[in-house]
């Protein structure tokens, strides 16, 4: 007990300090366009697919939250999200950098005016509510999944199946040095799922009408 309130007190704190930079720390979107030649060539293609741990396309972050996109960079730099090649372009990144990359694409393709349904736009099976339920997903990822009750939580609606699948078994791991994620409530609630489970909510969750989107680059730099 004692070391599961020490973990949850340190992601606490990590989390206040996050939000703090985050909240001293202003986001250009132009400046951000001329930083992210290491983002487009993964982001930036539709259908790309990543092969570490395992084959998966690599997550859509056109229309994502800002606050979210700047504190999973933090999380790839300091280690707690381990990911070789993600860890390595974070550390090149400054606080400022993040920042003005977050904004960037939390406005790369976004349709000014259009508006997700309340609810989510296919109704889940009953097995797969009963899993929603358990761990009460919509509580923090709303209840169409693609308006989280705050900025730092991910949209996920329409998110790639593959993907999500992979980072949702991410949280399980533990003592892996190049694979897992560092966050005790997320760890939480993945392992009370087997892994079937977690890709059944992993395909529902993708089929779901969402904001997020690959916009294809018309050039590398």
């Known amino acids: 007990m004692n070391k599961l309130l020490t973990t949850i007190f340190a992601l606490a704190v990590s989390c206040v ?7 001293e720390l202003k986001g250009d979107a132009k400046a951000g366009e001329t930083k992210n ?15 570490f741990p ?9 229309g994502q939250s800002a606050k979210y996109i700047a504190s999973s960079l933090h999380a ?22 993040m920042v003005d990359l977050a904004a960037y694409y939390s406005v790369h393709g976004v349709v000014v005016g259009a508006t997700l349904p309340v609810k989510p736009s296919r109704e889940p099976s009953a097995e797969v ?5 358990k761990a009460n997903c919509a509580s923090c990822h709303g209840a169409n ?25 991410s949280y399980k791991i533990e003592n892996n040095a190049k694979v897992g ?5 997320m760890a939480g609630m993945a392992k009370q799922y087997t892994n079937a489970e977690l890709k059944m909510l ?12 690959v916009v294809p680059q018309s050039k590398f730099r």
């Open 129 to 133: 509510q009963a899993l929603l339920s």
């Open 54 to 62: 395992e084959v998966y396309k690599v997550p859509m972050i056109s």
């Open 76 to 97: 790839y730099k300091k280690g707690e999200r381990k990911h070789p090649t993600m860890r390595g372009i974070a550390e090149s990144l400054s606080d400022q950098d």
């Open 17 to 23: 300090t996050a939000s703090s930079l985050a909240q």
């Open 145 to 169: 999944f693609g308006q989280p009750i705050d900025p730092s939580y991910p949209k996920i609606g329409g998110q790639h199946a593959d993907y999500l699948f992979v980072a949702l078994k």
């Open 202 to 213: 992993a395909n529902y969750v993708s089929s779901v009408e969402g904001e997020l989107k």
């Open 181 to 185: 994620r560092g966050n005790a409530i």
């Open 37 to 51: 030649a290491m983002c487009i060539g993964c982001h930036g293609i539709k259908g790309y697919q990543a092969s």
